[in-house]
């Protein structure tokens, strides 16, 4: 089957510091891929939908300067977290979508866990 | 520090038995709707999905149930095992079908050997 693959899947860095995370679909492409953040013991909320050679749509209160948002190919995405806090803390996932896929042909990366120091 | 949320409710059943999770969506005209299953540290899992012409759908080992007269989905599990201890999702589709899911509040699902 489809698979989406989020690099790194944990990382650590000093408050301050911008963090780049990469989300790739592996076998198939992604003309739309979508980041999630989740909080401990909460569920997904949209952050934002990344569409390949296009700005990114952000959700309602998340700021477009702190979590950049690149779909320049058709397989990878990237967010970066900029000047990164404690706050910032959290489980980000991506899901990819294929160019034929209904709305459910949606894949979920593994996540990648950030802990701002 | 991170914000402090709702904590997640919990249903706890014994190994055999079936289960029963419930979720109640947001949006009348969602017409698209699917359960996910989350392990620790792990992405979303697909497990079913159902479409909002449909009030039952089937799949191996779990059935999905949609309500639409009070906006209402369940997912039962068959002979839960201890590998379905998870956290589950429903999600519904966003509007427009851009692809962009809504996810429920979840439900941690505790299975007792």
């Known amino acids: 089957g489809a698979v989406v693959s989020q690099h790194p899947s944990w990382v650590i860095c000093k408050s301050g510091t911008s963090v780049k995370i990469e989300c790739r679909s592996l076998d198939f492409q992604a003309t739309t891929m979508f980041w999630y953040r989740q909080f401990p013991k909460q569920s997904l909320m949209l952050m934002a939908t990344s569409n390949e050679g296009s700005k990114a749509t952000y959700e309602q209160g998340v700021e477009k300067d702190k979590f950049l948002i690149n779909h320049a190919s058709l397989t990878l995405s990237t967010l970066t977290v900029t000047s990164a806090h404690p706050e910032d803390s959290s489980f980000y996932i991506c899901?990819?979508?294929?160019?034929?896929?209904?709305?459910?042909?949606?894949?979920f990366g593994e996540g990648s866990r950030l802990t701002v120091l | 520090g991170e914000s402090v949320g709702l904590h997640l409710p919990t249903l706890s059943v014994q190994e055999g038995d079936n289960s029963i999770i419930n979720c109640a969506y947001s949006n009348s005209a969602s017409d698209y709707f699917i359960w996910y299953k989350q392990e620790s540290g792990k992405g979303p899992q697909f497990i079913i999905d159902?479409?909002?012409?449909?009030d039952k759908r089937q799949g191996q080992r779990v059935t999905v149930l949609l309500n639409k007269t009070v906006k209402h989905l369940s997912l039962q599990i068959a002979a839960t095992q201890p590998g379905d201890s998870a956290v589950y999702f429903c999600a519904e589709n966003g509007p427009s079908n851009t692809g962009k899911l809504i996810f429920g509040q979840g439900t941690t699902l505790q299975v007792k050997p």
């Open positions: 899901s990819a979508r294929g160019r034929a896929g209904r709305t459910g042909e949606l894949f």
């Open positions: 159902i479409r909002s012409n449909m």
